[in-house]
């Protein structure tokens, strides 16, 4: 079938021109332009938001050609006014690497790229860059008779590249504090703006200054505006599905089911639709194979070590408790020592309940392709030399934990714990080990438990399969074999003597000085 899958097209011309498949997002485009005017749009990478923005750009350029048979052009089929070009300012930030130069060197390519086109070199003269800016939109209305368009594609790159360079990112944050401040100044020149991120930093003035920026990243209404549901993707791509389904063997309906269990999962607002990635759905269905493509365009690496730093739980990804306000949830401060809001505005989670008395939300990984990914990502941290043909092989202990081989079992996790790097007095090595363990067990497709209450005790760690249930007790600097007692003593097999697997409880006992697993106790309850 030679149908074109949209992968990576930002460009609304091109993919229209090219004859792209495209999911028909218009009628959102008429809604935006007809009922506001200032916007701000938070959405993970790889979500449309540079496709949205381009999108925008043809409109309002009046390019009609590019929108032919698609919703909007019937809902402006009757407007007296439609498809007038307007004067059109697209800054573009997606790129990396943003030195303390590089940003003003980028705002003033774009300024001289504007001012050839309005024929106002002489504006060049100006030392200061936001009044250059404004004297631009000055001149457009005054050649044109209208307006301005400004539209704003990932303004936090450079806050994001630099969170970890404090001084750099505060240069940056200075940067478009006096440049995008300036917008409101000039509102009698604006006709639209459109701004658009992964997060939304409340302490950055292009907020403060620009209140009236109508922020629409948790609203019903625009829930679906990036994105594909579930019925786009049916509706546009049924027959590479299909193919899909053919390819892997199995028929249409499971492919349908297996892709929303890997990709489909974002909610941007509890009662709107739920979305899948764009980008990870249109590969999987070119590759014909189910694959972590979200992952593969960049690991989140200054995330990992911000939860490590912090020493953050990571089973609260596990045991739901991962609770938030909505102020919270929208607004992010690179000072916080919560990593949850930075870690759903990044698209690591999504809403996965809301009440509406507390106002509050429950957040969650939103598929298999996001919770395996960045639970993958966080075990190099942890763990040096991570991987397989390493003496860690995680794959070898999926088969040793299915079969019940406690000796291998047991020399994994020696070479596991071995390559624990140090760790700090407030960041106990017990939670490394509990850390290490869950993320391995999880990877490995387990039904894992941490730190369970029971009747008379907690269970650090329960790994149930199907023929064995493994009960982990961890223990520091103390005698593995009464421990081993208290879990007799505390009946924590209890609930599963009557279960027809195999139950083994281990006790691992590890010495905080040479930080290494010192001691291996396990006992098979009688089964009942």
């Not at 049916?234 to 892997?248: D, K, L, V």
């Not at 697997?501 to 009942?528: H, N, Y």
Request: charged share 25%; hydrophobic share 35%; with cysteine.
């Amino acid at each position: 079938m030679n149908r074109k899958l949209p992968i990576g097209i930002q460009d609304f011309a091109t993919l229209r021109k090219d004859h792209y498949l495209y999911v028909d997002k218009t009628g959102y485009i008429y809604q935006l332009v007809h009922e506001g005017k200032p916007y701000f749009l938070s959405r993970p990478r790889r979500f449309g938001k540079s496709l949205l923005l381009s999108t925008l750009r043809a409109y309002w350029e009046g390019r009609s050609d590019l929108f032919q048979g698609l919703e909007i052009e019937k809902l402006e089929a009757d407007s007296e006014n439609a498809w007038q070009p307007y004067p059109v300012f697209l800054f573009d930030f997606n790129r990396s690497g943003y030195t303390k130069e590089r940003l003003e060197d980028l705002l003033t390519t774009f300024l001289m790229e504007w001012e050839a086109v309005w024929h106002f070199e002489e504006n060049a003269s100006c030392s200061v860059l936001s009044i250059r800016f404004q004297n631009l939109l000055k001149k457009a209305f005054d050649q044109t008779g209208k307006r301005s368009v400004v539209l704003v594609d990932e303004y936090d790159k450079p806050f994001l590249d630099a969170l970890e360079m404090p001084d750099q990112a505060e240069h940056n944050k200075e940067v478009f504090r006096s440049f995008f401040g300036s917008l409101k100044s000039s509102d009698e020149f604006l006709e639209f703006v459109f701004i658009t991120g992964v997060t939304k930093f409340s302490k950055i003035s292009i907020f403060s200054d620009l209140n009236q920026l109508n922020d629409i990243s948790l609203s019903e209404e625009y829930a679906g505006l990036c994105g594909i549901t579930e019925e786009e993707l049916c509706r546009t791509f049924w027959p590479e599905i299909s193919e899909m389904a053919e390819t892997q063997e199995i028929d249409a309906g499971q492919c349908l089911r297996l892709l929303r269990q890997y990709y489909d999962g974002y909610c941007f607002h509890p009662s709107g639709p739920g979305v899948y990635n764009p980008f990870s759905v249109l590969k999987a269905l070119y590759e014909r194979e189910f694959g972590s493509y979200w992952f593969e365009t960049g690991t989140p690496g200054f995330l990992v070590r911000k939860l490590k730093d912090l020493h953050f739980d990571v089973q609260r990804f596990e045991n739901s408790t991962l609770y938030i306000g909505k102020k919270a949830l929208s607004d992010y401060q690179a000072d916080n020592p919560d990593p949850v809001p930075l870690l759903y505005q990044t698209g690591y989670l999504t809403i996965s309940d809301y009440n509406k008395r507390l106002d509050r939300y429950t957040l969650d990984f939103p598929n298999e392709e996001v919770k395996y990914g960045f639970l993958e990502s966080l075990m190099p941290v942890y763990v040096r030399d991570y991987g397989s043909a390493t003496g860690k092989d995680i794959y070898s202990l999926d088969s040793y934990v299915e079969s019940g081989k406690t000796d291998e079992v047991k020399n994994v996790f020696i070479s596991l714990f071995a390559s624990i790097p140090y760790t700090t007095h407030d960041a106990p090595f017990e939670h490394y080990f509990q850390t290490v363990i869950f993320i391995v067990f999880t990877l490995l497709g387990k039904y894992v438990q941490c730190e369970i209450h029971t009747f008379q005790g907690r269970i650090d760690c329960v790994v149930e399969t199907d023929r064995y249930v493994w009960i982990f007790e961890f223990k520091r600097d103390e005698s593995a074999r009464e421990a081993l007692r208290q879990i007799k003593d505390c009946g924590y097999a209890v609930p599963y003597v009557a279960d027809k697997r195999t139950v083994i409880c281990v006790v691992a006992g590890f010495d905080s000085k040479s930080r290494m697993l010192t001691d291996w106790q396990i006992e098979m309850p009688e089964r009942k």
